[in-house]
């Protein structure tokens, strides 16, 4: 199995990234997937999962109408579209199937400051 996150890097406050997580080695088509972030100090947190179909979405309250997940499963991938970001969503973001695979990918920074 193997989760690849990329996108990330500096933005200003107010600004947007498009993250993305190209995975291979198992069924992309029918996993649920997830986007976790985990700031310096903090608990990994789940922000947003979608089900294989894309047919629904849940949002954690700190990203929801900020955020949005999307996937191609002709390409097995899964992105994450960033607006309004805010400072304090500078953090290490990255992609994983529920229920988690247990290992984790080398995830993406996003550093979000003026």
């Known amino acids: 199995v193997q989760l690849v996150e990329s996108g990330g890097g500096w933005v200003q406050p107010g600004g947007s990234l498009r993250l993305s997580c190209a995975t291979s080695?198992?069924?992309?088509?029918?996993?649920?997937m997830s986007w976790y972030r985990q700031a310096p100090g903090k608990e990994r947190e789940l922000l947003v999962s979608?089900?294989?179909?894309?047919?629904?979405?849940n949002y954690a309250g700190s990203v929801k109408g900020r955020f949005a997940i999307s996937r191609d499963n002709a390409k097995n991938t899964v992105y994450l579209q960033m607006n309004s970001l805010k400072p304090e969503d500078t953090a290490v973001y990255y992609c994983?199937?529920?229920?988690?695979?247990?290992?984790w990918g080398q995830g993406t920074q996003v550093t979000v400051s003026s």
């Open positions: 994983q199937r529920i229920p988690s695979f247990g290992s």
């Open positions: 979608i089900s294989s179909t894309g047919g629904t979405i």
């Open positions: 080695g198992f069924t992309f088509s029918s996993a649920i």
